[in-house]
């Protein structure tokens, strides 16, 4: 039997334990286990398709593990964890990078921070707000790109953000408490992004003189 794989006589909840154990062993990066290259693995894919700026490993890696409790709870067979969450991971990583921060999604951003009222402006000139907003994201520190990426791009509820975190690890609770905490989070994230954006506008204009 490879590393990964499993019984076919074991049950439901046996499978579903299985890969709850595997997720957890991820997560904590145990370096002594079968799966220590999982997150390697994703790292690299991200960087190949030019979204490490956007997402973060262990993202993808709870969206595949998702995908496998929902695929195991309807009665499918997974043979390997590792290699099925490997799999679904790039699968996740390629639909990333066919959706990207598109046009539409971006001004989603410019429309949530407020920067400027967009429904009257020309082609050319939401094009370069565009690609201003892209540079403020990208100046921004990881977890603002990570809040205003899930609540704004995503449009997660602020409920399903903290099951993420939790998931992850990163909070302890999914409470009324965590959700005031990441509506904070957001409302100071969109503030730096505005800065961000009429900081760049600002140089490139002088630039332009």
Not at 44 to 56: A, G, I, P, R
Not at 118 to 130: F, N, P
Not at 154 to 164: A, M, N, P, V, W
Request: glycine share 2%.
């Amino acid at each position: 039997m490879t590393p990964g794989e499993k019984p076919l006589h074991l049950s439901i909840q046996e499978r579903i334990k299985d890969i709850n154990v595997l997720m957890c062993q991820v997560l904590k990066n145990t370096e002594d286990s079968e799966c220590y290259n999982i997150l390697p693995f994703i790292r690299f894919l991200l960087s190949k398709y030019n979204l490490q700026v956007l997402y973060e490993e262990k993202d993808i890696f709870l969206e595949a593990y998702t995908r496998a409790v929902k695929y195991l709870s309807d009665g499918n067979i997974i043979q390997n964890n590792i290699s099925w969450l490997k799999g679904t991971s790039f699968n996740i990583i390629r639909e990333l990078s066919r959706k990207n921060i598109n046009h539409r999604q971006l001004k989603n951003i410019l429309i949530h921070s407020e920067i400027n009222r967009i429904s009257s402006k020309s082609s050319e000139k939401i094009d370069y707000m565009v690609e201003t907003v892209i540079n403020s994201f990208q100046k921004l520190n990881e977890k603002d790109r990570k809040i205003l990426f899930l609540s704004v791009i995503q449009k997660l509820s602020f409920e399903d953000i903290g099951e993420r975190l939790v998931a992850a690890g990163e909070e302890k609770e999914n409470n009324d408490k965590l959700h005031n905490k990441l509506r904070q989070q957001k409302y100071k994230a969109l503030k730096r992004l505005r800065q961000n954006y009429h900081l760049i506008h600002e140089l490139q204009a002088g630039c332009s003189e």
